[in-house]
């Protein structure tokens, strides 16, 4: 099981640009497909985006075009940049790991603690 610590959130205006990391920690990194997930107040946690062993990303729909997850497996990190922010997009970002190749939610076996991305209008 890995330990997850996000960083670089902040406040930005809309129209900017944030890029996200997720820091894990072990040796196993690259044997996990990762995701990050986003929680606005009041509202259910929410599926962002995911990256598979290869590489390969999946996005949902409100994201596809403005985000981008990205993966180095030599620094254990993965990364959301995140472009064309929208007010929409304040929530706290989680990233997530689950063993296997491919991102099944069902497999997750680790969470980070969060990082707050605000975007004002």
């Known amino acids: 099981q890995v330990q997850l610590v996000e960083s670089g959130g902040g406040l930005v205006q809309a129209g900017g640009s944030l890029r996200l990391s997720c820091a894990a920690s072990?040796?196993?990194?690259?044997?996990?497909?990762m995701a990050w997930f986003r929680q606005a107040p009041g509202k259910e946690r929410e599926f962002v985006a995911a990256?598979?062993?290869?590489?390969?990303?999946t996005y949902a729909d409100s994201v596809k075009g403005r985000f981008t997850i990205s993966r180095d497996n030599a620094k254990n990190t993965v990364y959301l940049q995140m472009n064309s922010l929208k007010p929409e997009d304040t929530a706290v970002y989680y990233c997530a790991a689950a063993l296997g190749p491919k991102w099944i939610e069902s497999l997750v076996s680790s969470w980070g603690q969060g990082t707050q991305v605000t975007v004002s209008s």
């Open positions: 072990g040796r196993t990194f690259n044997l996990y497909s």
């Open positions: 990256i598979s062993w290869s590489g390969g990303g």
